[in-house]
Structures are given as C-alpha cells and as structure tokens.
C-alpha cells in the first residue's frame, strides 16, 4: 500500500514530537510508579492517533463498540470458541474500552484472554474426541461454511454438534480428494518396476471411501493438532499487538500498529531486499524446514544449507545455541535473520538423521520477483512492449535499493531500443507502496505538470508535480488494472487517465485505497527511561489522503477503466469499501492541468474492444464462469452427503475444465523476453529460467491479449 517516501520532514517531526511529549507524561503515576509496556504502547499510540491522524476519532462510548466489534471479529471470527454467554459476558465492557485506554487499563483485554484460553482448551480434547469415531457419509445434513452467517453456539452441546460437522466437513474434502488422486493414479505405471506390466504392477491398490475416510481423519487430526500447538504459543505480547492493531484499525484500515518484527515484514515487501541467510523456511511436523535456498544469497554461495534440513539451534556468532525445536517459525525467523556481515550458526538435522553445524555470514537477500521486468510481443509483424510492475518499491531507508521509478525508466529506454510501436503497463495485483515513485513514473509518459494532490486533514492540498518535460516514452499506451490496483497503482493510473495519456483496462474498478501512511518507530519516540521495556514497534498512521488532478479522491471508489473487461475476480467482495471502517469518498478542488494533445480516441477503441469481447469465445466462457460463481457464492451450505458433495464438485471441475480448454485452444502470442536481456544473462540458468517463467503465463492471456489488440488499433 503507498506511503510516501519516509525521510522526515518538518511535518514528521512535529508529529515525532507528540509521541515523545506523550510518553513523558506516561514516564510517572500518580503514584510514583511506573507504568507497564502495554499502558504506554497504548497511551502513546492513541496519543499520536488523536493528534496526528487524518481524521482523528473521539474516545468515547463509539469508539469503544467499534474497538469491541472489530477485536471479537478478530479473536474469533470462525465462532468456533467462544459461547453466546461468553460473548454477553464481554458485552459488558462495550461502552467502557475508552475508559480503559485512558487510564491505562484493559480488563477487556485480560477477560476475552481468558475466556479464550479456557475455551481452547476445551475444544482441544473436543476434536479429538470426535475424530476417534468414523463419519457416516450417507446422512442428509449440510455445514453452513460462512461464519457471518452462523451464530456463537448456544452452550456446549450446541458447540459439540458445530464442531462434529466442521471436522466432518474437513474430513469430507480430503476424502473427495483423495478419490480424485486415485482415479488419476489408476492407470498410471509404478515407477522402477521391472516386471511384466500386469494389473497388479501398473496400478496402485484402489482404495474404499471407507478406507480414506480413516486416513482423512488422521490428516485432519494432525492439521488441528499443529494449528492448536500455533495456538498455545500465543504469549502476552502476541495478544498485546492484536490488540493494538485492533484499536488503530478502528481509524481506517490502514492504520496499523506493527510489533518490531511485523514492521521488518513490511520493509521486505516495500523494498524486494532483507537481511539474513536467503533461506526459504516452513515449519512441518514441528520442525523449522528449509524448502528452498534463494539463488544468489549467502546460503546458495555458503553451499551446505540444502532444501530438506531441519533447523534444530541457532546461534548468534559464537554465543550459545538456542534451541528453535518446537518453536512457531515467525518467533525462529526473528534470530535467523540479522544484519549483514554478522554471523548465524545454524545446527541442523539432515535427512539421514545426522546433524551439522553451518556458519554463515549475513548478507542483503534481492528478491527478484519482487522488480519490473518486461518483454516484446510480436503481434502480426508489429512489435509491442510489456512491462509488468508488481509494486512500487522504493529503498526508504537509502540503503542503496532499487526505484521502481528508475527501473520502469530503464525497461521503457530498453523498449524504445527495440523498436516497440506501443506498450503495455501491467500493474494487475499491485497494491501500491511508494508514492514518490508513482510521482517520477507519470512523469515517463507525460511532459510536466501536476500528478496527484495530498491533503492532511486540514489546511489546502498540496500538489505533487511531474517537473521535467522530458517524455521517456510518448508512443501508444495501455494501463492493465483489476480489483487488486491499489494505492500508487491508482495514483498513476488516474494521472494517466486525467492526462488523456493512454488507455486503462482492466476489472469494474480498481481497489479504492486513497490516503497515504507515515511509519513511526515508537522507540525512538520514547525516552530512554522506557529503554527497559523496548521494543515497543511502529505505528502507521494515515495522515493524508489522495486526490487525482481533476479533484476526485481515489479513496473508497478506485479508478473505473476506460475499458472495463470481464473479469475473473469480479465476483469476489474485495475492495476498500469492503473493508472495516474505511475513510469516504470526496472531492476538492481540480489541479491546473493540460490534456496531451495526442489523445487516444476512448470511444472509438472501446466500441471495437466491446465488438471483440463480445465475439470471443474465451471472454463469453470466462462471463459465464463469473455468473455461475456469483450464485455459488451466495450458497454458502455445503451438504456432508459424499454422494452429493461430489457430484458438485464435478460440476464445478467440467466448468472449470471446460474454461481451462477454451483458454489452452486461444492462439498463443508470440511474446519473449528483451534481446538485450537475454545477452546480459548468457549461461547463467537461475536467470533463464526467471526470465523463462516470466513470460510463459503471458501467452495465453486473453486480457493481455485484449490490451495488445487496443494497442494495435491505436497504432
């Protein structure tokens, strides 16, 4: 999501200056005490709230329904735990959460803590219980799958009876899946046989559903009994953060409170870079796993770390080992990475059972996937560029990272080298991040001028401009959005719109994300007298909002395309307005702007477009498959009958397969990667086939393919 490039300004730092003011005034009681961590991580945080947001909220009686609405959704949204009486119990704290916060307490905190913790462990020997006993698929009774639709059980048996259906219900999909793999394995060769092939040799035992059943249980017991150990390790600090995050969530979705290693998560997606081992790691049966080793990183260049070990200690340079055996991964990710040039000592489990100590030294890990990449489509001997963007990453903290606006810039100069007649900007599933980038990005298709407008929650906007008049790129173009645009996707999409530049295509909407966010380390706004008691994590705050130049907000209602497509994710409710308490739509006054004097005719290109879509097998199917998912959708029971179940799930499967097939029939588009990057990769594989992968799911795209036909009508 965007958030503006973090060197603090003047602006900033006042803001910086409230928390600091704030947390003096924690430092002392009344009584000459001092306060505990969670009073002063939530006296800060509300401090900086009521001063710095964008649209501060009061703490009274509302505030607090909306703290204890959206933490009940939180801690138990499934209605899986908790009881009705439970919950009425908790209803007595509605109105007086903000009396809580203010004096530094949380009874409402320690009470659903505790009825949550008794509750787990009450249908913890519940789900065993239960699945000791065979489920008989014959009966006619059907499982609600939507929680929004479904109550918190009544009392105990109640609770019983839901739980009976659900691990049913788990047990009935994998049953059903475990027939799909046999039908598939059932005229399939064993691998290294050396007999006459017989039936006995070229097909594995066929199994009963009975048979399953009894396995399907055994995998569903040993899922809930990792998923419970993931719930018993929750500690004070965990429930802490959720509730923090709760309380700054209540101002609009994207303020967020990040405990310490949830903010360097953050900093990993804006930027493409972290620092550690380059490990890939998943926690299976317990254990720390390694599952894949990042080409490039310090462990592929260290050489013993290999896919399949078990990571048993980890050791800080030459301090004692401590033992991750057990552990929940994120708490393991914490001492395995570090800062580059230090030393981690891994202990590991190799899978012949024989351990081995790894010394490996840190370094920057680039996550590739993370940059543009683009190629050139030859499309009956014109030859277009493609450009896909999966976010605008910027390096905030000037560590010598890359600039998705830099990066754009070069791709666009390596597709002007290659001749290209139009290009396409895919930015499908971007959700945004950094906005000066969006800023310089605009700036590569238009000569100068304004590009979007800022405002705080007072005062005038202020307008960000696009100051060099030189164009990268002024040939035809197209901007690719659907649903999951958001943010500094919406940002340039609507400069480019606003400017008459080229031409967006895309799903209904994009996402509708239109305020902007500043981090806030909360420890170097405390005094040194809470050193005892960091880390406290960072605050996210919304402290402006968007606007296009034409003075729309992109808040809430997104960027409608100038051609809207069918689209595959149309069906789903996703979208800022979707969300819980979501800043509104408004406008203001427009920017001074000048539309480029090539316009696209919008009109004309859309009447063709429609005629096309309307004619193509591929999008028709794809329209009908969307219809069908809007009913399905709304049917939310699902019937325990495996008779039934399966006969719905075959539907679904011919539907889908006969979607996969039209879309398999679709004439491939001859797209490749650039020549001059593939003189650049040589012989190196890891990078063939990146680049391999890359363009592969492109060639049968039929929204890509729509793009380039618009393209070819603008040429």
Do not use: C
Request: no cysteine; net charge neutral; proline share 4%.
């Amino acid at each position: 999501m965007s958030s503006p490039r973090l060197k603090i300004g003047l602006y900033a730092s006042v803001l910086l200056a409230v928390f600091v003011l704030a947390s003096y005034k924690l430092y002392r009681r009344n009584d000459g005490s001092s306060p505990q961590k969670d009073e002063v991580l939530i006296k800060a945080m509300l401090s900086g709230l009521s001063q710095a947001h964008y649209q501060p909220e009061r703490i009274d009686d509302a505030f607090s329904k909306r703290v204890f609405d959206l933490y009940l959704k939180r801690l138990d949204g499934s209605k899986k735990f908790l009881l009705q009486s439970d919950v009425t119990a908790l209803s007595q704290h509605q109105k007086s959460i903000d009396d809580e916060v203010q004096r530094g307490t949380h009874e409402f905190l320690d009470k659903s803590t505790e009825l949550m913790s008794q509750r787990v462990k009450d249908v913890q020997g519940l789900y065993r219980e239960i699945l000791a006993q065979p489920f008989d698929f014959t009966a006619e009774e059907t499982f609600e799958t939507e929680p929004d639709k479904a109550n918190f059980a009544a009392n105990a048996t109640a609770q019983r009876e839901e739980w009976r259906k659900f691990l049913k219900y788990q047990t009935l999909v994998r049953v059903s899946e475990m027939m799909d793999e046999q039908t598939k394995k059932k005229d399939k060769p064993l691998a290294a046989t050396n007999v006459t092939p017989s039936a006995a040799t070229t097909s594995e035992p066929t199994r009963t559903p009975a048979q399953m059943e009894v396995e399907a249980r055994k995998r569903v017991l040993k899922y809930f009994d990792d998923y419970f150990k993931d719930l018993s390790q929750t500690d004070a600090n965990d429930r802490l953060a959720m509730y923090a995050n709760v309380i700054a969530n209540t101002y609009d979705p994207h303020t967020e409170y990040f405990a310490p290693r949830d903010k360097d998560n953050f900093d990993i997606a804006m930027t493409g870079r972290f620092e550690g081992i380059g490990a890939t790691l998943q926690e299976k049966d317990g254990q720390i796993k390694v599952a894949d080793i990042v080409p490039g990183s310090a462990s592929y260049r260290q050489g013993e770390l290999k896919a399949g070990d078990a990571i048993i200690r980890v050791a800080q340079g030459a301090e004692e080992p401590v033992s991750v055996e057990g552990w929940r991964l994120d708490k393991a990710i914490t001492l395995i990475r570090g800062k580059k040039g230090t030393q981690v000592r891994l202990t590991v489990r190799k899978p012949d059972n024989s351990t081995k100590i790894i010394p490996i030294i840190r370094d920057v890990v680039v996550i590739e996937e993370t940059y543009a990449q683009s190629a050139t489509i030859d499309e009956k001997g014109k030859k277009l560029g493609y450009i896909k963007l999966p976010n605008f990453y910027a390096d905030f903290n000037d560590n010598g990272g890359r600039s998705s606006a830099a990066d754009v810039k070069k791709e666009l100069e390596k597709l002007k080298q290659e001749n290209v007649q139009g290009v396409v900007l895919d930015l499908r599933f971007n959700g945004g991040g950094s906005l000066q980038d969006a800023v310089e990005m605009a700036g590569l298709f238009i000569d100068s001028g304004p590009v979007v407008q800022v405002r705080g929650g007072q005062g005038a906007p202020t307008i960000l401009n696009d100051r060099d008049p030189r164009v990268q790129y002024s040939g035809p173009l197209v901007v690719l959005v659907n649903k999951y645009s958001a943010s500094a996707s919406e940002i340039l999409a609507a400069a480019i719109q606003d400017y008459k530049r080229g031409v967006i295509m895309g799903s209904a909407s994009t996402y509708g994300k239109g305020t902007v966010q500043r981090i806030f380390d909360l420890d170097d706004a405390m005094p040194a007298e809470f050193n005892s008691i960091k880390p406290f994590g960072s605050l996210k705050l919304t402290t402006q909002k968007f606007y296009r130049i034409n003075g729309g907000s992109t808040q809430f209602k997104g960027v409608i395309p100038d051609i809207v497509l069918p689209d595959a994710y149309s069906y789903l409710d996703q979208g800022e307005k979707e969300t819980d308490y979501p800043l509104k739509w408004d406008e203001i006054t427009p920017a001074r702007y000048r539309a480029w004097s090539n316009a696209p005719a919008i009109d004309k290109l859309r009447q063709a477009s429609t005629a096309r879509v309307n004619t193509s097998p591929s999008f028709k199917q794809l329209s009908d498959m969307v219809q069908r998912m809007v009913k399905r959708k709304d049917d939310t029971k699902v019937s325990l009958k495996l008779v039934n179940y399966r006969a719905e799930q075959v539907q679904a499967k011919t539907e889908s397969d006969k979607y996969e097939a039209i879309q398999n029939a679709a004439q491939p588009m001859a797209i490749a990667p650039l020549a001059f990057d593939i003189r650049q990769i040589g012989a190196d594989t890891i990078k063939v086939n990146r680049a391999s992968r890359f363009v592969k799911p492109l060639k049968k795209d039929i929204t890509l393919r729509e793009a380039v036909a618009v393209l070819k009508d603008q040429i």
